[in-house]
């Protein structure tokens, strides 16, 4: 069965760090791997996508993740957070087979100025 | 206009009462979803739907009931309201020929009193 694991409840980075957002996963097979944001009162935003090829993607907003198949891990990062990064991140995965997606439990990121 | 629109947006409702969460979206996509959002629980699965006669339970659909009324529009049933239904609630959507992240609603906040 899939699943997705955020270790972390909350992460905390003074603005103008480097910040990461860990995410492992296990899934049967090759997995298509997702970040999602979530602002107060609002739905999820898609940020980024992992479906083959290159190990570090890179999407919207300046974030970019790595995927690491030997540690079935896909990090979320950006070389120097903002504070208007604060928000709600969640990881999710997808089976081949596209039949639905995961999502893990979120990791509340505070940048602080 | 929002892409993937739900309605209401708030609602306060008594235990057994019938409600009904709306989602339509202009995307065009063919496959729809319903989540839940608890806190420290992330995103979980109630009911998807791949095409208008293709409906599917996800991991908690005990206690509630879906109708894909058109391609565009998919609703969400509490037969009988209980207050551990409590919680925000998203409906979102894809399209079955892109691996693309989904595109949510801005969610119902949903209280049973």
């Known amino acids: 069965a899939q699943s997705v694991a955020q270790p972390e409840d909350q992460v905390n980075v003074a603005e103008g760090n480097p910040l990461t957002v860990k995410c492992t996963y296990s899934?049967?097979?090759?997995?298509?791997l997702f970040w999602y944001v979530q602002y107060p009162n609002r739905g999820l935003q898609f940020l980024l996508k992992?479906?083959?090829?290159?190990?570090l993607v890179k999407g919207s907003y300046g974030f970019e993740a790595e995927f690491n198949k030997s540690q079935t891990s896909f990090h979320l990062k950006k070389p120097s957070a903002l504070v208007s990064d604060s928000a709600l991140y969640f990881c999710a995965v997808r089976d081949i087979a596209g039949f639905k997606t995961i999502f893990g439990a979120g990791t509340r990121l505070f940048v602080k100025a | 206009d929002a892409d993937v629109t739900q309605t209401p947006r708030n609602r306060i409702t008594k235990t057994g009462k019938r409600i009904m969460l709306e989602c339509s979206q202009t995307?065009?996509?063919?496959?729809m979803y319903w989540y839940r959002q608890d806190p420290g629980l992330g995103l979980r699965l109630i009911y998807y739907s791949f095409d208008v006669k293709d409906i599917n339970k996800g991991e908690i659909s005990d206690g509630y009931s879906v109708s894909r009324q058109a391609q565009a529009k998919f609703s969400l049933s509490l037969e009988s309201a209980i207050p551990n239904q409590t919680a925000l609630y998203f409906c979102a959507t894809s399209d079955s020929d892109r691996v693309d992240g989904y595109t949510f609603g801005s969610g119902t906040r949903l209280t049973v009193v």
């Open positions: 899934v049967s097979g090759n997995p298509y």
């Open positions: 992992y479906i083959t090829g290159d190990n």
């Open positions: 995307k065009g996509h063919d496959r």
